[in-house]
């Protein structure tokens, strides 16, 4: 199960409509609003993380509503098998094993996982 916070960005004098949408409706639960900043905290729930974009969506196509934007999410099942993939990797990448490498031909793109050697191997 996904779970994901929403900041509602409105005008202020759409948040009291918005807030009650948002408590009345089924997709959604409200925590907390600032009138005066047009801001309004709800959090979604989805199965996967497609399910919390389509409910994402659907606010963001909300009448009055300016901007919707994802803040935290918590990805239970992903999370666990993000954790088994990190686990099986060698902490160490190959290439800093070797020796034989002119450092001069290494092109660092940012990972060290996908690297690039000119001229070398």
Sequence with gaps: MNISSIVVQALPKHVDDLVSYFKEE???DYHLHDKEKGKIIVTIEGKDVEEEIKKLVKIQQLPHVITADMMMTYQEDQLDEEIKK???E???PAVLNETDID??????NGDLKHKDFHGGH
């Design 26 to 28: 089924d997709f959604t």
């Design 86 to 88: 990190l686990e099986a």
């Design 90 to 92: 060698d902490p160490v």
């Design 103 to 108: 450092v001069r031909n290494v092109v660092y």
